[in-house]
Structure formats: structure tokens, C-alpha cells
């Protein structure tokens, strides 16, 4: 990975804001969800416009050095064409570009289809996780509407021969748990929150765990934990069933709440801006979603 970014919509609502005209309070949803805040507005192009064109420029490339875009949403602007193709006129692409949608996971099955990419011959490839969740939601429902947040993050893909590499991946699926999450055409998100919240913890620990495997190392030489931001609860019990201590673990939710596939990107922007990835860094990533979906991979960071 040798660029990154991120983008936020401008407008931020907090849970005092949410609490003026819901059930809730932001005891609850603090205490609940470890949310405090999330950005809210924009379309899923837009956002992962901006976003792709902060990490083409950060890795010190022009829109021409693309060789292909993968954007994973599942919160596409319309049912066709693909999200992408907005994105791809917008960045100024002139290569290929599709839509991965693996909802919350999305960000990680789009890494291990752009690493494969390179091996198949793209040296550049742009991955964007972007979202607008807050436009499939009914934000009169207290049980969602305090949960989801808005955002994209993008990083570039590069085949070289430096340090940095996908050491190993795990990626999952149960479809027949596909009706714990789910959103029709045109109608608003549904979830089973207690039993995907339960779900949840099995499959990031799980998940983690075969990915660690294969890369042959152990939860206690990762130097960070970039999961999934769905509730601060998850990341803790997931966190503390590895042996990850907290301090090893990035945790964004507080500031942009469940972005689903722009979580993991959003989160690996955060601790790069933070200076918490040095070369060498061991990353283990892991997500999951609605599908469900699950997916982990461990990187060694090249810097
Ligand atoms: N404010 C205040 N009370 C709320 C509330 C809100 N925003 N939302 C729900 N409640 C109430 C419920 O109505 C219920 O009340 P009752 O006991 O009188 O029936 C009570 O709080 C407990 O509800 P419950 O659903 O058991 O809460 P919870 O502790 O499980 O938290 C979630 C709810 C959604 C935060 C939690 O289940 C969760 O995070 N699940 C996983 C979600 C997830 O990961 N989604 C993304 C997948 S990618």
C-alpha cells in the first residue's frame, strides 16, 4: 500500500443531536455502541471520489497511473451501472473499474481481489471502501438510526519489491444467515442486532485466527488490529478472545460510527496519520457483515 485517504460528509451528528428526536439518550448509545458522533450526507460517489483521489496523490501518482479501480459499497448510487463508473469519470481514470459489494466485509474480499490483480499483472491497482449507509436507513428506527455513519476510504495497491506484502487471508460466507441483515430494493436496513452482534464476535475471532495461521504467526505478534468498526463492544470481546490488548487495537466508532466497508480503510487511514505503522508494522485486519459475510487478512507494512 503506498497511498491512502479518506473522506468524511461534512455534517456531523452527534447523539445529543439524535437524542432531541428519538427514544434514546447518549448514555445509552455511548455505553451500547461506543459511538459518540458520525458524519452524515453525500453519495457513495462523491465520498469515494474524494477519498481516491487523497490516495492517488499521497502514493505520488496521477489519475493516469491507474490500472484498475475496485470499489467496494453496498450502498451503491443506483441498482446500474456500477458505483465505480461514477467514480472512475470523477477521478479522471482512463482503466477499468467495478463494484464489490460484501457489505461490511467488502473492504477486505476487495484487498485480496486487488492483490490478486498484481499478481495477475495491474501494477496500480485503487481499492476505495465507500459508503452511505444513512440513505438505506430509516433514521426514525432508534435501533439503527443511532448506529450507521457515512464515509470512504481508498488506498493504492502497488506491486513492488519492497517489504510490504499480503501475508495470508481468510475470507467467509454463511448465506443462510443472510436474513439477519438485509435491505430490499428501495426499502430500509433490517437487523437482528442480539444475533449479529453474537454472530459477529465467532466469526471475527474465528476468522482472525485462521488467517493468523496461515500466515504462521500469533495474535501476540501483531502489532495492530485494524477490525471492523460495528460496535466498540465487538472489538473489545473479539480483541480480548485473540489476547489483542487494547492497545493494540485502532477503534474509530467513536468519531464515524458503523461506515461498513469504509470502516477498515477509514480506521488504517486513522492509525497511519497517527504514526501507529512503522515498516515492518504486522497488521491483522478483520470484518464482517451482512451476507453474512467475514474476512481477515494479515499485511506486513512496507512503509
Ligand atoms: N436507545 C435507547 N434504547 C434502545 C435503543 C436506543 N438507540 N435501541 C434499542 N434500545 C432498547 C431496546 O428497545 C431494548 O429495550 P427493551 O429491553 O425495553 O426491549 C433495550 O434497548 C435493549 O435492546 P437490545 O437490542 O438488546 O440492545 P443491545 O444491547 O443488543 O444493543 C445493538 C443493540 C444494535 C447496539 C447491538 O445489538 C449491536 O451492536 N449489534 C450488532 C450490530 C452490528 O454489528 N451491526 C453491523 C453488522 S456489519
Not at 6 to 13: G, N, Q, Y
Not at 39 to 54: C, F, I, K, N, P
Not at 102 to 112: I, T
Amino acid at each position: 500500500m503506498t497511498g491512502w485517504g479518506s473522506a468524511l460528509p461534512d455534517k456531523v451528528v452527534t447523539n445529543e443531536d439524535l437524542a432531541a428526536r428519538l427514544d434514546t439518550s447518549d448514555a445509552w448509545i455511548t455505553e451500547r455502541t461506543g459511538i459518540r458522533q458520525r458524519h452524515m450526507g453525500g453519495t457513495t460517489s462523491e465520498l469515494a471520489v474524494e477519498a481516491g483521489r487523497q490516495a492517488i496523490a499521497s502514493a505520488g501518482l496521477e489519475a493516469r497511473d491507474i490500472d484498475i479501480l475496485v470499489l467496494a459499497t453496498t450502498t451503491p448510487d443506483e441498482v446500474v451501472p456500477g458505483t465505480s463508473a461514477s467514480v472512475q469519470e470523477g477521478l479522471g481514470l482512463s482503466c477499468g473499474a467495478f463494484d464489490v459489494n460484501a457489505a461490511c466485509s467488502g473492504f477486505v474480499y476487495g484487498l485480496v481481489v486487488a492483490h490478486s490483480l498484481t499478481l495477475a499483472g495491474m501494477r496500480r491497482v485503487l481499492l476505495i471502501g465507500s459508503e452511505t449507509l444513512s440513505r438505506i436507513t430509516d433514521l426514525d428506527d432508534r435501533s439503527l438510526a443511532v448506529i450507521v455513519g457515512d464515509g470512504a476510504g481508498a488506498v493504492v495497491l502497488e506491486a513492488t519489491g519492497g517489504p510490504g506484502e499480503l501475508i495470508s487471508f481468510d475470507l467467509g460466507a454463511d448465506g443462510s444467515l443472510r436474513h439477519l441483515l438485509h435491505c430490499p430494493h428501495g426499502g430500509v436496513l433490517y437487523m437482528d442486532g442480539k444475533e449479529v452482534f453474537r454472530k459477529a464476535v465467532r466469526v471475527v475471532v474465528d476468522s482472525s485466527l485462521k488467517a493468523l495461521d496461515g500466515a504462521g504467526l500469533g495474535a501476540d505478534q501483531i502489532d495492530l488490529f485494524v477490525p471492523h468498526q460495528a460496535n466498540a463492544r465487538i472489538i473489545t470481546a473479539a480483541a480480548e478472545r485473540l489476547g489483542i490488548p487494547p492497545e493494540r487495537c485502532v477503534v474509530t466508532i467513536d468519531r464515524y460510527g458503523n461506515t461498513s466497508s469504509a470502516s477498515i480503510p477509514l480506521a488504517l487511514a486513522d492509525a497511519l496519520d497517527t504514526g501507529r505503522l512503522t515498516p515492518g508494522s504486522l497488521v491483522l485486519l478483520s470484518g464482517f457483515g451482512g451476507g453474512m459475510t467475514w474476512a481477515s487478512a494479515v499485511l506486513r507494512w512496507g512503509g
